[in-house]
């Protein structure tokens, strides 16, 4: 069985193609910097051996239905003879609403939910449905599957799901908080068990991408999220600003003369680590602050903070804590973050060896200082195969 997996990020789009029931990909790639003149597309291709060979291309995408049919281009150029060779394609949807808690067939009824959804994830729903109106022109043959961020944190208790809103707004008009990125804290929580032996592990899984996110995970269930209602709340992120005072929205639509529609654009789009630098890839901001830039240190700070003041919420969550995990782009790659986050953290028994945390190696990476009571991990998140993994259950269920 050929399952392909397309996973629209807000600025990237990740895919893997697996041969079932190896879970060796056949091929993966990342499209980046989606929406600018400058995206580019790292296309690896995997022979029997999984040794890659990698193909890179530097090209304008505008916008993700540009970056999705290059991606059908090189997929149908050499690694698969035939569209009709592709069995399922997985999709990650973003926000599912409370209507989901596993992997779902695609039907015309979860297609109307995801675009009911637009308004709630503006910067995702919309890419995933596209990709999945895409796929079902490029792969007709193909079963369409949804896995959604938020599915795994549909364990959340109510009181850390709902607001102290009045009731009807929860009973009437569905709104509390959902939290996503719940396929990335699942497959990264399932590692970090694996690796400490530990299935009740009192476990922060930190997701660090262009959207960020943390949750509190015990015994393979979600216990807290700091996303909410939308990928909008909690952590600074690289275009949208996180937690703030509710009120600040009353002063910009009020006094200020902002409509909805711009406020909008400001807390999604023009806010968070670009609001703050002017820059949102982490890989320019660490470059300005490498040049000295005052407003980049700042940038860095606050981000470090904010995750600090989850930690410190979701040990008290968790009444205790085994490991923390860092994870997704920033997460894997960014020693400094790590490194701003541990520091001073000896109240919850965290201590950074800083020499394992500038090392670059692949896999699950240990960065824990001997004496270290609970554990700094780096877990490789990989949302395409615990999506491949849903899609196969599904399969299995099915047949
Ligand atoms: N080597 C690196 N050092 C620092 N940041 C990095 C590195 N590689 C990627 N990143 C950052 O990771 C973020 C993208 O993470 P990713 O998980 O791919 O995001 P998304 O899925 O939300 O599109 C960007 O801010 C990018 O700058
Ligand atoms: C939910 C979310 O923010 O996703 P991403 O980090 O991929 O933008
Ligand atoms: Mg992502």
């Not at 995702?124 to 109106?133: D, F, Q, R, T």
């Not at 509390?176 to 990125?181: I, M, N, S, V, W």
């Not at 600003?241 to 902002?258: E, F, K, N, Q, R």
């Not at 630098?277 to 660490?286: K, V």
């Amino acid at each position: 069985m050929n399952i392909f997996v397309i996973n629209s990020g807000s600025s990237s789009i990740k895919y893997q193609l697996f041969r079932w029931p190896a879970e060796q990909p056949v091929c993966s790639g990342l499209v980046e910097r989606v929406g600018s003149a400058q995206a580019t597309i790292t296309h690896k291709v995997f022979d029997a051996d999984g040794a890659p060979t990698e193909q890179r291309l530097t090209l304008p995408l505008p916008d993700h239905e540009a970056g999705l049919h290059e991606v059908v281009r090189l997929l149908t150029a050499g690694v698969i003879q035939d569209p009709g060779d592709i069995d399922v394609v997985g999709h990650r949807v973003v926000h599912g609403g409370e209507s989901f808690s596993q992997a779902t067939p695609i039907t015309p009824e979860v297609k109307a939910e995801i675009k009911r959804l637009f308004e709630l994830a503006p910067l995702h729903n919309p890419a995933n449905y596209l990709g999945i109106e895409v796929a079902e022109r490029v792969f007709p043959r193909a079963r369409q599957v949804a896995v959604f961020d938020t599915a795994f944190h549909q364990t959340l208790p109510e009181k850390a799901f709902r607001y102290a809103l009045p009731t009807a707004l929860y009973t009437e008009q569905r709104i509390r908080r959902y939290g996503f990125h719940g396929t990335s804290h699942q497959y990264v929580a399932a590692q970090a068990v694996a690796y400490l032996g530990q299935p009740d592990a009192r476990l922060i899984t930190i997701h660090l991408g262009n959207g960020c996110s943390m949750a509190a995970v015990r015994g393979g269930r979600s216990l807290d999220t700091s996303m909410g209602f939308s990928p909008l709340a909690g952590l600074v992120m690289g275009t949208r600003s996180g937690d703030i005072d509710p009120s600040v929205l009353l002063h910009l639509t009020g006094p200020l003369g902002y409509s909805p529609e711009q406020v909008n654009t400001l807390l999604n789009k023009e806010s968070g680590m670009l609001g703050l630098t002017g820059q949102s890839d982490m890989r320019d901001i660490s470059q300005a602050l490498a040049a000295g830039d005052t407003a980049a240190q700042l940038a860095y700070d606050l981000y470090a903070y904010r995750i600090r003041q989850y930690i410190g919420a979701y040990a008290a969550v968790l009444n205790g804590l085994d490991a923390i995990i860092f994870t997704a782009g920033v997460g894997e790659n960014d020693a400094l973050v790590r490194q701003l986050v541990c520091q001073d953290m000896d109240f919850f028994g965290l201590a950074l060896d800083e020499a394992q945390n500038q090392q670059r190696q692949p896999g699950l990476r240990d960065l824990s200082a001997p004496g270290s009571r609970a554990k700094i991990l780096v877990v490789p998140t990989n949302e395409e195969l615990e999506i491949a993994q849903q899609c196969a259950a599904l399969e299995a269920s099915a047949s």
